[in-house]
């Protein structure tokens, strides 16, 4: 069968800064995590948006405009709804302005958004001899990225959502001791030595999904999945597990995640081994070593952990007393 003709159009990197959208509260407290909301005084993101449909063609094959919607115009109407919008997370503005799109635009039949949040952080501030947290001041924070996508379809005159993911961008995180990564295969090929304790840094990207996609919106916190939790939660299973590799850290990340939050069907993980290059093996005295960054090519591992491995390996824990 031939494929599909690709065919859509739309913006990217549309910067838009809200002031005072209203804060996400009483998201659900997990262990691992004293993440328990954000002020969203300073709400940051840079959206990207794509359209479909079949009405576009003559735009293409013809240079007939009349049915092109300008993306100077989308830009527009994206930084405009972000005035209006009265939820309080990127998965709702999002959701939110792609909905928008097709109702406004009856021959648009697919949206597809993409948002990256531009992270401030409140800065120090001295108030009558105590130091806290500002309430108007923000450094821009350098940090990972949290992100989100949707991608909403026309169907018989309804408006469908096809696909919803949540993300986090470029975590980098090293475990100075604890890994190890050895038992793999030895042939003509290999020159790495076992490893029987490295400092591994990893970067990682995670997705996940909702069940049910609506709950990603944050419109009941209860049952919204902050970034900021499952960003934790990866920091807390690193430093539990004495790692046999990033393949089976991922893994039981995955898991963990899984566990702390029911009303997910699974989490994707891309990583990269980071691992630094040993300069100084040993410093007399001293129980540190001296590295440098390592060279490439860069190792990578591509895992889906879903709510069926969880359920599985928590019938197998049952037997050995240990659960999630
Ligand atoms: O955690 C790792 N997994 C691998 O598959 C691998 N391969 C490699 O060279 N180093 C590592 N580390």
Same mark, same amino acid.
């Given at each position: 069968m031939d494929k599909e003709r690709e065919m859509f159009y739309g913006k990217r990197d549309v910067f838009a800064y809200r002031t005072y959208l209203k804060p996400l509260k009483d998201v659900r407290r997990i262990e691992e995590s004293d993440f328990n909301g954000k002020s969203n005084v300073v709400f940051g993101i840079n959206v990207s948006v794509k359209v479909g449909g079949e009405q576009f063609l003559p735009s293409f094959t013809?240079? +007939?405009?009349?049915m092109v919607v300008a993306t100077d115009s989308m830009k527009n109407f994206i930084q405009k709804h972000l005035g209006s919008? /009265?939820?309080?997370?990127i998965e709702g503005f999002l959701a939110y302005t792609a909905q928008a799109f097709l109702n406004k635009y009856s021959h648009f039949e697919s949206v597809e958004m993409k948002g990256e949040e531009i992270p401030f952080e409140s800065a120090r501030a001295l108030t009558s001899t105590r130091l806290t947290e500002s309430d108007v001041v923000f450094k821009h924070s350098r940090n990972e990225t949290v992100a989100a996508s949707c991608h909403y379809i026309r169907k018989e005159e309804k408006i469908l959502l096809k696909s919803q993911q949540s993300s986090l961008y470029d975590l980098q995180l090293i475990k100075v001791s604890g890994n190890s990564f050895v038992g793999y295969i030895q042939d003509e090929y290999t020159t790495l030595p076992e490893d029987g304790n490295r400092p591994l840094f990893i970067y990682l990207n995670i997705h996940w999904q909702y069940? +049910? =996609? =609506?709950?990603?919106?944050? /419109? /009941?916190a209860e049952s919204y999945v902050a970034a900021e939790q499952v960003k934790d939660i990866a920091a807390c299973v690193f430093h539990e597990q004495s790692t046999p590799s990033i393949q089976n850290l991922i893994y039981h990340i995955g898991l963990r995640i899984l566990a702390r939050f029911p009303q997910l069907k699974d989490v994707t993980f891309e990583s990269q081994n980071r691992t630094w290059e040993t300069v100084v093996g040993e410093i007399p005295g001293s129980a540190g070593k001296v590295y440098t960054e390592p060279r490439p090519p860069y190792g990578f591992q591509v895992f889906t952990v879903t709510h069926e491995d969880l359920v599985h390996h928590e019938g197998s824990a049952l037997e050995s007393h240990s659960t999630y």
């Open positions: 013809q240079g +007939d405009n009349s919008y /009265e939820g309080c997370t069940h +049910d =996609k =609506k709950l990603a919106y944050g /419109e /009941e």
